[in-house]
């Protein structure tokens, strides 16, 4: 056998070894992510999704580039994943209209009074009751997927109004200022949605983990964690 025989084979089994030793890591992104889609949206497609992109991590890792396996692997995982629920449109038109819904009732009760918005007063300002407004809650979860659409952004914060896009400078000036932005915003959170942003986006938590440090429930979780989300956006919105 030559050289780069050898060294071919060597590459093949580091790379199946790399693929074996991080399976579980796409288990776990794949639970982590499904806390936030609809019901509709089955595991074994994300795992499916999932381990493409590990694949494709494997053959495009660069260990000179200075970033860890488990960090540029992640972010394939979790990107093949999110482009398989894109592709399928599994998240239903509904999700977001009731998303916009809610964040404007956030907006205009918090103008109105000057505190921040209780989940009793934006169910009674969409003429809700408190335990509809909570399903509402869980069923826009599927609506903040992707990068700043967590938060209930989308990219064209980064947009030159004029041109229809920025150019890199004028982008990176954007970005920047939203960043420092948002991270006011969310530091004005009141404290229970701060934690759950803190455990969930920070700490890597799932929602069944973040109820078991919080001594709450699991849907609990998921409504602080959308009531964050929509309180952020009207509070962005606000400021625009």
């Given at each position: ?29 794949a ?7 609809p ?74 009074y ?16 408190l ?15 992707y990068?700043?659409?967590d ?90």
């Amino acid at each position: 056998m030559d050289a780069l025989s050898k060294k071919t084979q060597v590459q093949e089994q580091t790379q199946e070894a790399l693929v074996k030793s991080h399976a579980l890591l796409v288990k776990k992104i794949a639970y982590h992510l499904a806390g936030r889609l609809p019901r509709s949206i089955l595991m074994d497609d994300l795992m499916q999704a999932g381990m493409l992109g590990l694949l494709e991590a494997v053959r495009s890792y660069d260990d000179n580039k200075g970033a860890a396996f488990e960090t540029y692997a992640s972010i394939r995982i979790r990107g093949f994943m999110l482009d398989e629920v894109r592709r399928n449109d599994w998240v239903p038109r509904s999700v977001y209209r009731n998303a916009r819904l809610v964040a404007r009732a956030v907006r205009i009760v918090e103008n109105r009074y000057g505190r921040e918005a209780s989940d009793h007063d934006v169910a009674q300002e969409l003429g809700l009751g408190l335990q509809e407004y909570h399903e509402l809650l869980a069923d826009t979860n599927g609506a903040h997927l992707y990068g700043f659409d967590d938060l209930g952004v989308t990219d064209d914060v980064l947009c030159d109004e004029v041109n229809g896009a920025a150019t890199e400078p004028q982008a990176n000036v954007l970005n920047a200022d939203f960043k420092s932005q948002l991270t006011a915003v969310i530091d004005g959170l009141p404290q229970n949605e701060r934690m759950v942003l803190s455990l969930y986006y920070e700490h890597d938590l799932n929602l069944k983990e973040i109820g078991d440090v919080m001594g709450v429930t699991e849907s609990r979780v998921s409504q602080i964690h959308s009531q964050a989300t929509h309180r952020i956006r009207a509070r962005l919105e606000q400021d625009r």
